[in-house]
């Protein structure tokens, strides 16, 4: 069983960190959370099938009765080779799930006194596991549209790349404005890199809106109620699917500075800004 970033905000999605500290005051207490979570319908052997084990070396570690193989509560889990305080493991995945502008990596070196790299690599792996599953595909009225991330380059001109990253973004538009996003990075504008991220993210019947670049011809033949529409003047046409690639830029900007790992970044915000209205 994979216990990740995305099932514990679930969870403990009303939990102040007055309540988390209550919670889970020490390393124990996230063993037996683990241990309970792993195993809650049965403890069963992945290497002979055996439903009956024994209290192995550590105290919530089970040790097959038959084959003899022993296994931790991190074994399989986000936590698995985790070298630091299982704890504050558990403080990185609370700060990243429910703090509302992100946490650097930076700054929780300083609150829970890891190194900087350390907190970066199990950063990564949280954001690897609150990746979309793809399962819920936007519908509706959608829009979509590509732009470039990064700093001031002047050699990029138009839609030339410079040294800047470009993705595509895709919008969910309801009653009160942008319900969700996604956002992936492309190498280019081309139908294959375009279509790929829609079909991906996008219910077929949905009506979606692209504007006129050439990479999104052709796409009515995968989603019949697309339309092709120009941007307009200073992109007029796709208001709000601007002003939220404005704001992932911004947030972007104060919270990680960078945009060298930037799918794991757009990973993070679209996980927080697709459950803003349920917090």
Known sequence: ?????????????????????NRFPDDRSCYEYLANMKWNDGYVCKKCNHTHYCKGINEFDRQCTKCGRLESPKAGTLFHNCKFSLLKAFYIVYYLSTDKNGVSSGELSRRLELRQKTCWLFKRKVMKA??????????????VDESYVGGQ?????????????????????????????YGRVIETASKVNLGGFMKDHIDKNAQ??????????????????????????????FKQMHRVIMMFKAWLRVTHHSVRNLQPYINEYTYRYNRHRTK
């Open 1 to 21: 069983m994979l216990v990740n970033a995305k099932f514990m905000e679930k969870r403990y999605k009303s939990l102040s960190i007055f309540e988390f500290q």
């Open 153 to 181: 380059d002047d050699k990029a001109l138009g839609r030339n790349e410079g040294k800047k990253k470009i993705m595509v973004v895709g919008i969910e538009r309801g009653l009160g404005g942008v319900s969700r996003w």
């Open 208 to 237: 979606v809106k692209t504007d006129c670049w050439s990479g999104n011809k052709g796409m009515e033949d995968h989603f019949p109620n697309l339309v092709r529409e120009k941007s307009g003047k200073k992109g007029e046409n």
């Open 130 to 143: 609150i990746e979309s599953s793809q399962n819920f595909p936007m519908m509706g009225k959608v829009e």
